[in-house]
């Protein structure tokens, strides 16, 4: 929209016509940071020109609640972007696409899949239980090496979503996961990160490396997808659906056959129903892999935490049988440790932009229509006023003076968002979570190799903050020495 001068708009950066505010940005790859720091200059809410587009900046949680629960239908929107575009053609996915009736559809038909495959049935528990046994497994067969855990984290994390999605799983050195951890790389790499051609669009039509590679990398993604939706559709059954991609399926048919004329017709696409499981699948991988990785580089940086967590799960748990679902209310401190991870660490440091569907205000400023909104996550969950230290790793924070779990010890805490737009697989990430550590740190004692030195915690800012490379020793604890650990 149009800025009227009457108007009472947030403080704007200084900005020249068509670059905006870009020189600002030009040498801070780490935006939520550079954004964070801007406070100190234009206060806690204020904008700026991204190219040609109005981005306003929310740094604190009065603002980010308003525009997240209070006003979340207005603030439902997704902007467009060059290369959210092209990964989900055009906004038929979840994540990227913007409010509508079946941007709403596909969201329920998840929620509901998600619910009918794991969340309060057996089944989901089982399936991780069964990848944390593999990667157990492996960590046992590399013990004392220097290893990378990375791939072997993904595998298993891969292996989750696979069986959600499509009822499938990989072997080590398949080489169609390899081909997989090459591609999403590709697309983490260079997808929405307010990269060149996000801000100027019409930079798209010059040659341009990035937006090649990710080409390139959604040409392999979608061949992948194709063949698992023509696979699946030949083999279609709607009394036996198990995993998502059927059950969209399913969805899909029944619309077809029973569109009454009293519902607004609505189009649910084969492209939809793709973007949708790329969306879960992309993820369900991304998301819960950085998150485990951060907690191992955290554990190696706090070997008493590591130890605490141990000493809970050898009284709780014991030898004698695995981790699960149930133990999760008698380890708060692991449970503890998991959401200081996603504190320090927010895996989505601004969010995903939302957009004003119509004219607005947050606080005492107005906000036109179409602005872009941008919630600093990082700034909420490393409020000075709200965290005591917040760039110490203290899983205490999340416990009361018993030990007992405290939820939420400060209202600027939101690592899933909030309001309509919340994240959708927040109970699968986090029963993941819990389960990958809790086997894991049951049998295992992580540490620096030898002759490696502690990764440095520096996050690399993108459509999720990236993990540095770092390798670890997998000693098998003592009292598992002899014992069969799976
Ligand atoms: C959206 C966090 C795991 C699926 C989001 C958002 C955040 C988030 C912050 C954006 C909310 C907003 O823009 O306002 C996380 C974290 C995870 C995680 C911290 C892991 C610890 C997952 C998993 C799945 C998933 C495992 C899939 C099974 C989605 C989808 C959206 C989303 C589809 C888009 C929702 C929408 O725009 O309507 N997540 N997520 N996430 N998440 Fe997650
Ligand atoms: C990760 C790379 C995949 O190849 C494609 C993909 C799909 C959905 C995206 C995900 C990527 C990154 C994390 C995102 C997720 C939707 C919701 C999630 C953005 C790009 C978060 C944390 O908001």
Redesign the pocket.
């Given at each position: 929209g149009k800025l009227e001068p009457h108007y009472n708009y947030p403080k704007s950066l200084p900005s020249l016509p068509v670059v905006g505010s870009l020189l600002h940005l030009v040498g801070h790859p780490q935006l939520h940071l550079f954004f964070c720091r801007l406070q100190e200059k234009y206060g806690q809410l204020y904008a700026l020109y991204m190219g040609s587009h109005y981005v306003v900046i929310v740094n604190n949680y009065v603002h980010a609640k308003e525009v997240l629960l209070k006003k979340g239908k207005i603030f439902a929107g997704r902007p467009h972007m060059v290369t959210t575009d092209l990964?989900t053609r055009n906004g038929k996915?979840?994540?990227?696409a913007s409010y509508s009736p079946v941007w709403k559809f596909q969201r329920k038909l998840v929620h509901s899949a998600l619910s009918m495959f794991g969340e309060g049935t057996l089944l989901l528990e089982n399936i991780i239980c069964r990848e944390a046994a593999t990667l157990c497994r492996t960590l046992n067969s590399e013990q004392d090496t220097s290893l990378d855990m990375a791939p072997e984290l993904t595998r298993a994390v891969t292996n989750v979503v696979c069986s959600l999605c499509f009822n499938s799983s990989y072997h080590r050195g398949d080489p169609e996961f390899e081909d997989m951890l090459q591609?999403?790389q590709g697309?983490?790499d260079t997808?929405?990160k307010e990269s060149l051609v996000d801000i100027f669009p019409w930079l798209q039509f010059f040659p341009n490396k990035d937006l090649a590679l990710l080409k390139q990398?959604v040409e392999k993604?979608d061949q992948l997808l194709q063949q698992q939706f023509v696979e699946h559709k030949e083999a279609f059954s709607s009394d036996s659906v198990t995993d998502l991609m059927g059950s969209l399926l399913r969805a899909k048919l029944n619309l077809e056959n029973n569109n009454s004329h009293l519902l607004p017709r609505m189009d649910l696409t084969d492209d939809h129903l793709l973007m949708t499981v790329?969306?879960i699948?992309?993820?369900g991988?991304?998301?819960t892999t950085t998150v485990l990785k951060w907690s191992l580089l955290y554990l190696l940086h706090n070997p008493e935490v590591q130890q605490k967590i141990q000493e809970e799960l050898d009284q709780e748990v014991g030898f004698n049988r695995h981790p699960q679902l149930n133990d999760r209310q008698h380890l708060p401190y692991l449970e503890a440790t998991i959401s200081e991870v996603l504190r320090i660490r927010p895996?989505?440091p601004l969010?995903?932009p939302h957009e004003a569907l119509e004219d607005t205000s947050i606080g005492e400023y107005d906000i036109p229509k179409g602005a872009r909104v941008v919630i600093n996550l990082w700034s909420l969950h490393h409020d000075e006023k709200e965290w005591d230290k917040p760039e110490e790793f203290n899983p205490g924070r999340f416990l009361d003076e018993q030990g007992k779990r405290v939820y939420s010890p400060s209202p600027s805490y939101l690592p899933f968002g909030a309001g309509i737009r919340v994240?959708v697989g927040e109970a699968l990430a986090k029963m993941e979570l819990f389960l990958f550590l809790a086997w894991s740190l049951q049998r295992f004692t992580f540490s620096v190799p030898e002759g490696e030195t502690l990764p440095a915690p520096e996050g690399k800012f993108g459509?999720?903050l990236q993990v540095p490379k770092f390798r670890v020793k997998a000693a098998l604890r003592e009292a598992w020495q002899g014992l069969v650990i799976y």
């Open positions: 990964l996915d979840i994540a990227f591609y999403s697309i983490v997808v929405a990398c993604r790329g969306d699948f992309g993820a991988v991304e998301t895996v989505s969010l995903i994240c459509v999720v």
